[in-house]
């Protein structure tokens, strides 16, 4: 009885209970280590390109230079022990004619691949430029092709300075023309009121009289002490007449052309002080300026007309004839001394050019911080503008044929102009969801909006027209409730069954634990909320919700996973999720936490983003790629195997009646269990095919039950064996019994099956059974179909008289 006892115990041992590890191993976890500094780990994307797997990871503090760029990583994922990430430089990469300002514009902080053509897009939302004396910060992304090399720059929120002009100045440099360093004043003063300089204004300056000179070239200095100090040499050419019309020509078939930008606004500034010597001419050079779109100022100089009496009539009508607009953009002056009186008015008129963008938009987008988040979608990529329009946040695309901006009239209804003051930050995270009633639909988190957040549901057109279908709204003050989205179709059928909403600074029971909401999304394409999810009892300051990833399936259900981050969890160190799904939702209970510590003691912020997309080490199981502070960690996916156990017995039933064998002196029953082992797999294995078990079989007693005796050929400890997934192992228990005191329950023969080991290999499906209770009855003397039919037959006589 003693040796029965512990061998119960141990089975026992065996049964299921709570636990929190499964199929993600984290002893053996591959740490690819980089710069704390550069925040290495803020950003990690599994990539497949140039015939390879990669991981993309993102250190948007890393330094080009004397500049905090920050910048993308490619690190190969081989067999090799060693990983040598190499980086990409795509800090270097600039936008043409744009005065930038790359200075800690956070580059690697948003990374999306594409599988579909192996691209993937890095995003710098603090990216910035010049406009005059100001900055503004449209963001900017870099869209990098399968073979790693750069493509083309994406900013859909960058507008051009209001200052971007091709000016050249047309200046009559006749002998006319006297003092000549009054004019020479009148050019340096102009010159400095403009903002010179790329993606801002080029001068060119062209000398005429009776032939024409280029004195420099638009594209020749890119300052505006560079311009001031060539202005200051240039001398008077001179000449017996003023042809006009030639030095006309020659700016619009030269100086804009040696230089000039095709996209910038094109400004012509004439100064002359008499009428031209070509003047028959005059009229198809202005005509043909005009069908060039240059924009004509004309500037009448009367010094020699006032000096000698002469009546400038004529000249005027013909400097106004010039102009492009006779009342906006002509200027006429006494004399040579009164031209620094009109570098004012001429520089305001010139300036006023542009007003607002010629999109519409003005100011909106100029701090739009485009590219804080970005989906990949059907046909270009989503956008999210956090700060366009005052921080109420925008969502924007870029497509092959341009991008598209909708107008902010789209989002009143949803974002209400009395609440623009909460900044909702419009476009904290993008993303899209396919619906059966609608296709593919737009979604944007608001994480500030009314304070308590906001998930909008849109459609968006190529022309831009926005409209949102439904909208979510947070709890809770301060949750930041729509900061993280994940949709997830979790059975592969296209369509999308779960919205997931986080909000990783929910505060429970005094702790910032983070919460994320569930939403199902029926075939009418609503969203109904369907409950939440939470990191463990013990959790504190965790941000569960911080970082959300869909997984296709890991453990052989059909039904994908959740991966969530909790990167301020056991103190910064952090933490990862892992949910597993079901029939139209996810299951409420994780079903594995993975802490920093159980990985490496060193790494702190682990979870600060999460993905799994792909098999990295050849295993066909999806792997995890988990960032950190200083380094991006690699997480290997365990094969998931189910053990079946069938048992039978000889006979089926226990007969107290025919007692056939002997033990100890005793009459007793004989009896023989069959037992067999096999393993299925759940999901793909590596050769050998093989699980190693442990096993073991016994019998349950109590007081009302017999008293069941294994042989004494029978061992009572666990037994091993190793079984592949196309095989079964089984074996004959002999064992008697005696000592009846119940008939009426039958014995109960319980098998319990486990691992070997259970660090290494697969591990056993936690939703199987590994144990296997087996009923053996009691002979109860009925047939076989243990339905016994009474037999009674009732005889009865009467002895009263019949009468």
Known sequence: MECMYILLMWIGALLPGPRTCFNIDTRHAKIIKGSKEAQFGYMVQQHEADGQKWLLVGAPFEKSGEHQTGDVYRCPLDSKPATNCSRLHLGKISLNNV??????????????????????????????YECGSSYYSTGICSRVDRSFNFTHSIAPAFQRCETYMDIVIVLDGSNSIYPWYEVQDFLINVLQKFNIGLGQIQVGVVQYG?????????????????????????????????????????????????????????????????????????QKAVEESEKDNITLYGIAVLGYYNRRGINPEAFLRE?????????????????????????????EKIFSLEGTNQNGTAFGLQMSQAGFSTHIVEDGILVGAVGAYDWNGAVLKETRHGKVIPPKSSYTKEFPEELKNHAAYLGYMVSSVVSAQYGQLYVAGAPRFNHTGKVVIF????????????????????????????PIDLDEDGLTDLLLVGAPMYFYKGWEKGRIYIYTIDSQGSFIADGTLGPSEQAHDSRFGAAMSALPDLNGDGFSELVVGAPLEDNHKGAIYLFYGQHKSIQPKYKQRIAAGDVSPG??????????????????LIDLSVGSLGAAVLLWSRSVVRVGITVNFEPSKINVFNKDCFRGGREVSCMLANVCLNVTARTPMTDPKTVALRYSFGFEENRYSPRVVLDSTEEPQPRDVTLRTDSQHCLQ??????????????????????LQNTEEGPVLDDGW?????????????????????????????SDLLDR
């Open 603 to 620: 790494l702190r912020y682990f979870g600060r983003s999460v993905h799994g997309m792909m098999d990295v080490n050849g295993d066909e």
């Open 733 to 754: 228990v002999y064992f008697h019994v005696y000592e009846v005191t119940d008939y009426t329950r039958p014995v109960i023969f319980t098998v319990n099956a486990g």
């Open 459 to 486: 459609t968006l057109t190529n022309s831009g027209n926005l409209t949102i279908l439904h909208s979510l709204d947070g709890q809770q003050i301060g949750s930041y409730y729509g900061s993280e989205l994940a």
């Open 769 to 797: 059974p590994t144990s296997l209770q087996a009923e053996l009855p009691f002979w109860n003397g009925c047939d076989n179909d243990d339905q016994c039919v009474p037999n009674l037959v009732l005889q009865s006589s």
């Open 319 to 347: 400097i106004k004839f010039i102009a492009t607009d006779p009342e906006e953009h002509f200027f006429s002056v006494t004399d040579e001394s009164a031209l620094k009186d009109i570098v004012d008015a001429l520089g």
């Open 210 to 282: 009776a032939r024409v000179v280029n004195e420099f070239r638009l594209d020749d200095f890119r300052t505006v002490d560079e311009v001031v100090a060539a202005a200051k040499n240039i001398d008077q050419r001179g000449g017996e007449e003023t042809r006009t019309a030639l030095g006309i020509n020659a700016a619009r078939t030269q100086a804009f052309k040696q230089g000039g930008r095709p996209d910038a606004k094109k400004v012509m500034i004439v100064i002359t002080d008499g009428e031209s010597h070509d003047s028959p001419d005059l």
């Open 99 to 128: 005065s930038e300002r790359k200075e800690k514009m956070r580059l690697g902080m948003t990374l999306t691949s594409n599988p579909k053509d192996n691209s993937f897009v890095a995003c710098g939302p603090l990216w910035s």
